[in-house]
């Protein structure tokens, strides 16, 4: 599995409004940092936990939701009788609210194969709870299938997370030839917003190297380097961001710059709250 390849993703809304969906690398993890930035700034934010394994439900101290009894995600992405439900699933947490992940959906993958619209399922769902957010962040799975094509369809703009080695290299590629695909299919533009180099050690040769390519191949594109840390795994371990678990981190000024320039992208005002 190249887990680095996933995708953040942001994409409009329902309604005119702007939404963020994020699919990223369950290696990397930083994806609740990013709701926790745009919390910062006074965004309501949605994060959805698309990925089967639970690793984000479990960063954001809800390991227990993930052994829940039905109806869960699985259901209302599979049970077009149950879609609106999905605003029963929503869970409130400090810097957020959440839609958690659960081991049913382990199962998902072939059930969304069968469906009719196997990739719009997600989008389907959310149309309920959209109006309710500034932001809507989906951690995908670390691989490409029906999920992640959910989490693209349903948002439609990414931002790209990368470790900082040369297997990030051959990632790209098969993302990009993903979504290239997907967007010929449903005939939608999926937009770069920009692409966060992640646990970067700077000690390493080949991650300046991976930093340099990025830079050059993303021209244009906003690029983010985040430094390998512990407090940033410290905070996820506690429940939460570095904005509220480890204020003191070094890194929080960069993912403070990511939400300001996604608000910036998509036309947000100063900060509300």
Not at 10 to 18: A, E, H, L, R
Not at 123 to 152: E, S, T, W
Not at 222 to 231: F, K, L, M, N, S
Request: hydrophobic residues 40%; charged residues 25%.
């Amino acid at each position: 599995m190249l887990q680095q390849r996933e995708p953040v993703s942001v994409f409009p809304g329902f309604d005119g409004t702007f939404r963020v969906v994020e699919g990223i690398a369950t290696l990397v993890a930083n994806q609740p940092v990013v709701a926790g930035a745009l919390n910062e700034r006074g965004r309501d934010v949605l994060f959805v936990d698309l990925d089967p394994q639970g690793n984000a439900t479990e960063n954001l101290g809800m390991r227990e939701l993930y052994d829940s009894d039905p109806p869960t995600l699985f259901d209302v992405l599979t049970e077009p009788d149950k879609r609106e439900t999905i605003v029963d699933l929503v869970e409130s947490h400090p810097e957020m609210d959440v839609v958690p992940s659960s081991i049913d959906m382990t199962a998902v993958e072939p059930e969304l194969t069968l469906s009719r619209r196997s990739g719009e399922q997600l989008h389907l769902c959310l149309q309920y709870v959209a109006d309710d957010y500034d932001y809507i962040i989906v951690d995908c799975p670390p691989f490409l299938g029906n999920l992640m094509d959910n989490a693209l369809f349903a948002t439609r703009n990414v931002l790209i997370p990368a470790l900082a080695e040369d297997t990030s290299k051959r990632a790209f590629e098969l993302l990009f030839d993903h979504v290239d695909s997907l967007a010929a299919d449903y005939e939608i533009a999926v937009n770069e917003r920009g692409v966060v180099v992640n646990r970067i050690d700077v000690r390493k040769t080949q991650a300046n190297e991976m930093i340099d390519w990025v830079n050059n191949a993303f021209e244009g594109t906003p690029v983010w380097e985040v430094r390998e840390r512990a407090a940033i795994q410290r905070a996820l371990k506690n429940g939460g961001s570095i904005f509220v678990e480890e204020p003191e981190c070094d890194q929080l000024d960069v993912f403070s710059s990511i939400a300001t320039n996604l608000d910036e992208q998509f036309g947000f005002a100063e900060v509300t709250a």
